[in-house]
Structures are given as C-alpha cells and as structure tokens.
Nanobody
Framework: QVQLVESGGGLVQAGGTLRLSCAAS????????MGWYRQAPGKQRELVAR???????YYANSVKGRFTISRDNARNTVYLQMNSLKPEDTSVYYC?????????WGQGTQVTVSS
C-alpha cells in the first residue's frame, strides 16, 4: 500500500521559516518523482515544487528563491524548506508521488503565515 505522510506544518509569522517533510512507503522511492502542491480555500490546487528521480527540480515562480525541495532516498523522504514566508503562502500543502502512470497523494499539512 502506498502511503504519504506529511508533517512540519504550523503557524509562523511573515518572514519566518518552516520545513515540511513527507515520508513515503509502498513505492520504489528512488525512481519516483516527488512534489509539493498547495491548495488554499476557494482556489485550485497548484504545484509548488517537484524533484525528479534524477535530481532535477521545478519551482513555481511564486516560490523561486524562497523554497527548496530536496529528497533523502535512504529515508524515503522529501522535504520542502520554506524561507521568507508570506501570508499568501497560507495553504494546505500536499505531498505527491508519481511513478510511471500512477500518482499518489498525502492527506496534507496546514501552513498558516500571519502578517
């Protein structure tokens, strides 16, 4: 069974930092592309960052220079380091795993940034 478990969300003031973690199980992590999405109330889910199995990364323009995605294959874990947080970053953040034609989602972790 594939399972993705996010952690690290919370409440932080603008300009602060958070580090999200996603532990994956039931997948061959080394060949799985991992990503972070977010969805705020009333808005569509959007891709924030992705790290591919070969090490390449993608970032949404809104987070470039502030967020860093990384993966630890030995721990089957992907991270999202979030610096210089803004109120508009407030959202539920979801871990995503993609391998071949299959895609899986975590339950999400709340990130709230106060002004």
């Amino acid at each position: 069974q594939v399972q993705l478990v996010e952690s690290g969300g919370g409440l932080v003031q603008a300009g602060g930092t958070l580090r999200l973690s996603c532990a994956a199980s039931g997948v061959d992590f080394s060949v799985t592309a991992m990503g972070w999405y977010r969805q705020a109330p009333g808005k569509q889910r959007e891709l924030v960052a992705r790290v591919y199995n070969f090490g390449g990364t993608y970032y949404a323009n809104s987070v470039k220079g502030r967020f860093t995605i990384s993966r630890d294959n030995a721990r089957n874990t992907v991270y999202l380091q979030m610096n210089s947080l803004k109120p508009e970053d407030t959202s539920v953040y979801y871990c995503n795993a993609q391998i071949v034609t299959s895609e899986y989602w975590g339950q999400g972790t709340q990130v709230t940034v106060s002004s």
